[in-house]
């Protein structure tokens, strides 16, 4: 009963280092997301996926890759960090058959840009 | 004006107390609605989808009103467990789901 698994749980980079984010899901879920966690901002969509090979940016993609090469797994790359991508991320997924279902988590990384 | 908008508290109400939170969305054509529970450092967990008609879970009703673009939860006879923050998820089409920012909830004994 794993659900959505992210790694790492923490992790401290340096401005300008790159890092993935990974995330699996064993629910045999299409549709799975990004957000980020901000204090005061609530959860913002960074990019989603509504199933194997297809992607799309939410509200703040900039700086930030994705990929959906399986149904299980769907990473996240910083590709050049930032200070301002200091934040808690949660990857999510959901059934999701035509419209949005209920969203299950992962348990977050709270990543720290230096 | 944000696609979703909570009131972000904190609410500080006394155990046993009623308590409701609204949630404002901009999208008419939203068609699904949830609120979720986030305790401090975890994930948000679904706390219950949003039905037209409303419904209830034991203490916990949530309603739709469609005219004035708003989703409701009411919590009965609060208990210290419920602290909490709350966030309302509205869908934000193409099966996006928008979150409001939240609404911090502290139940004092």
């Known amino acids: 009963n794993a659900g959505v698994t992210q790694t790492p749980k923490f992790q401290v980079l340096k401005t300008g280092q790159s890092m993935t984010l990974q995330c699996a899901q064993d629910m045999n879920h299409e549709y799975m997301s990004w957000y980020r966690q901000d204090p005061g901002m609530g959860l913002r969509l960074i990019h989603y996926s509504v199933g194997a090979g297809i992607t799309d940016q939410g509200e703040v993609p900039n700086g930030y890759n994705v990929s959906r090469s399986t149904t299980e797994d769907f990473p996240l790359r910083l590709l050049s960090a930032a200070p301002s991508q200091t934040s808690v991320y949660f990857c999510?997924?959901?059934?999701?058959?035509?419209?949005?279902?209920?969203?299950?988590f992962g348990n977050g990384t709270r990543l720290t840009v230096t | 004006r944000k696609e979703v908008e909570q009131d972000p508290g904190p609410f500080n109400v006394p155990e046993g107390a009623t308590v409701a939170f609204n949630c404002t969305y901009s999208n008419s054509a939203s068609q699904s609605f949830f609120w979720y529970r986030q305790d401090c450092r975890k994930e948000p967990k679904l706390l219950m989808s949003v039905y037209s008609s409303g419904n209830e879970d034991g203490r916990f009703t949530a309603q739709l009103n469609r005219a004035s673009q708003y989703i409701s939860l009411l919590i009965r006879d609060s208990k210290l467990s419920d602290s909490a923050t709350y966030l309302c998820a509205v869908n934000g089409g193409a099966q996006k789901l928008v979150f409001g920012q939240g609404t911090r909830l502290t139940i004092n004994p």
């Open positions: 999510a997924s959901s059934y999701s058959p035509g419209k949005p279902s209920p969203l299950h």
